[in-house]
């Protein structure tokens, strides 16, 4: 079961929530760079404090618990078998990557704030890093460049990461205004003023 999950569940679920085109997946693998730790995030209970509570309660406790391992290992000294040396060395290897893993979580988490109207796409985009099924993480990084050019500009999620921007063209676009609650910063447009039509002149008769 636990080979399932980690080689072949969210191929096979990522297929079941796809639909015209549309990729709605619920549940999301976050992964080390080898795939070999994986922290899964269920989508409708996502929060601002979702990250740090899987650094919190999952990545530190780990990395504690790897480092007295590798703390125990290496004060055995020259008389470690290779076995131990081999265990050792994947130790070390895994604590790399968790603490890269954690560093990306926490370097996302101060602006990230999921919001279930942007959809599952939209939200998961700026943890593309994490992903390791590539078409999905190539989807979504593809969709992050879009929200970082601004084509998303009507998800909650741009105004977190890009509030300037999304202000500046509620001014101008009414329909952006009304979607982030801002219509007060709308703008309109001046009425054009028509212009007078000259009279025709009449020849002589």
Request: net charge positive; with cysteine.
């Amino acid at each position: 079961m636990r080979d399932f999950i980690r080689r072949e569940f969210f191929d096979l679920h990522l297929s079941l929530y796809t639909r015209s085109g549309r990729r709605a997946p619920i549940y999301w693998p976050l992964s080390t760079a080898s795939g070999i730790y994986t922290l899964w995030l269920y989508y409708p209970n996502l929060s601002s404090q979702t990250l740090y509570t899987a650094v919190n309660d999952f990545l530190d406790p780990k990395l504690a618990q790897l480092r007295q391992q590798i703390a125990s290992l290496r004060g055995k000294g020259n008389p470690r078998s290779r076995e131990e040396d081999r265990t050792l060395e994947a130790l070390q290897t895994l604590e790399v990557e968790l603490t890269e893993m954690r560093d990306t979580l926490l370097r996302i988490a101060p602006t990230y704030r999921p919001n279930q109207d942007d959809g599952v796409q939209i939200t998961a985009a700026p943890l593309w890093p994490l992903f390791r099924h590539k078409p999905w993480q190539k989807l979504l990084k593809e969709t992050w460049a879009k929200l970082e050019k601004g084509e998303y500009d009507w998800a909650h999620l741009a105004m977190a990461y890009w509030p300037d921007r999304v202000r500046e063209k509620c001014r101008t676009d009414k329909s952006l205004a009304i979607a982030h609650d801002l219509e007060r910063l709308y703008e309109p447009p001046e009425p054009r003023t028509a212009k007078p039509r000259g009279r025709k002149k009449s020849g002589d008769a």
